[in-house]
């Protein structure tokens, strides 16, 4: 199986910064997209960004312009950061990634989730 373990979260005021990490390992072929999803208090859980294998990205519209999703394929390892953080930001953020094991079957993998929270 594939295990995803991310790492960086925290609390931080209105304006500042946060870098998440998420690192994938186990039973691991190949891991074609990689993604960060958030849930709200209340909220239903929402894409935040992704990005392919070949590094093609696609954002949700309220964070373009201040996150940046990158990847190290060698590390099997996406981050996110996010500059210009604000109290709307506020989640529990979920690594995703699509990969395809050493046994050749294709799923969905979700990590444990890391809490950010914005204060205004």
């Known amino acids: 199986q594939v295990e995803l373990v991310e790492s960086g979260g925290g609390l931080v005021q209105a304006g500042g910064s946060l870098r998440l990490s998420c690192a994938a390992s186990?039973?691991?072929?190949?891991?074609?997209?990689m993604g960060w999803y958030r849930r709200a208090p209340g909220k239903q859980r929402e894409l935040v960004a992704t990005?392919?294998?070949?590094?093609?990205?696609n954002y949700l519209d309220s964070v373009k312009g201040r996150f940046t999703i990158s990847r190290d394929n060698a590390k099997n390892t996406v981050y996110l950061q996010m500059n210009s953080l604000k109290p709307e930001d506020t989640a529990v953020y979920y690594c995703?990634?699509?990969?395809?094991?050493?046994?050749?079957?294709?799923?969905?993998?979700w990590g444990q989730g890391t809490q950010v929270t914005v204060s205004s």
């Open positions: 990005i392919t294998s070949g590094g093609s990205t």
């Open positions: 186990g039973s691991i072929f190949r891991i074609m997209a």
């Open positions: 995703n990634a699509d990969a395809v094991t050493s046994y050749y079957t294709r799923e969905q993998y």
